[in-house]
């Protein structure tokens, strides 16, 4: 009995510290992981469905132990599909431009692509990231229009390229859009906070 309680305890400690470390978790630029990898960052920009710039800086912050993941994508593409690299939309996304973006598609077709600012999307814990491939020119791959359409056999191809190099590192798809990766499944965020912008 005695055991046991003090194996609890332990346990206890053990997740505590854990949960502990993953709020304290850093978000780290992923351009460092991969010098091939290109940025398209467009909420940095004014080429996105808002027409605004609600990003500081186009770079591409993730919690590490997600960035970490990226490099067996890159890994499984130079195996399976040489001079492809990954392109980078979107990563952690600060929850202020979570609210700008809400606020422009609330009540029309859009929404269902953006998270309520209230419940929050996993991008505001830098634990999802949005992207493409691109070729060795660094090109963008032709995926077919990100909402309707019918696809041609190479736009499915490539879809299904970059699904199988994302899931081979460990990040599971969104349905809805074949962009969106986690790196981190909502109930295991549980307990942490959206990050502030570093
Ligand atoms: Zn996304």
Same mark, same amino acid.
């Given at each position: 009995m005695c055991f046991l309680r003090l194996s609890l305890a332990f346990l206890l400690v053990t997740l505590t510290s854990f949960l502990a470390l993953a709020k304290k978790e850093p978000l780290v630029d992923v351009s460092a992981l991969d010098k091939r990898w290109v940025m398209d960052i467009r909420y940095a920009t004014t080429k996105n469905f808002t027409g605004k710039v609600l990003y500081p800086a186009a770079r591409c912050l993730l919690l590490a132990s997600v960035a970490k993941k990226l490099p067996k994508a890159q890994a499984y593409l130079d195996k399976h599909a040489k001079g492809m690299r990954l392109?980078?939309?979107?990563?952690?996304?600060?929850?202020?431009?979570?609210?700008?973006? @809400?606020?422009?598609? &609330? $009540?029309?077709?859009?929404? =269902?692509?953006?998270?309520?600012?209230?419940?929050?999307?996993i991008h505001n814990y830098g634990a999802a990231v949005?992207?493409?491939?691109?070729?060795?020119?660094?090109?963008?791959?032709?995926?077919?229009?990100?909402?309707?359409?019918?696809?041609?056999?190479a736009q499915v191809d490539n879809r299904r390229l970059l699904r199988r190099a994302m899931v081979h590192a460990g990040f599971?798809?969104?349905?809805?859009?074949?962009?969106?990766?986690?790196?981190?499944? @909502?109930?295991?965020? &549980? $307990?942490?906070?959206?990050? =502030?912008?570093?």
């Open positions: 392109m980078f939309k979107d990563c952690y996304r600060p929850l202020s431009a979570q609210k700008k973006m @809400w606020e422009i598609v &609330k $009540g029309t077709p859009k929404a =269902r692509y953006v998270a309520n600012p209230k419940r929050g999307s949005d992207l493409t491939l691109a070729n060795k020119m660094g090109h963008e791959l032709d995926m077919g229009t990100p909402f309707l359409g019918k696809l041609t056999q599971k798809q969104l349905s809805i859009e074949w962009w969106h990766f986690d790196g981190i499944v @909502w109930r295991a965020l &549980k $307990g942490r906070s959206p990050k =502030r912008r570093p």
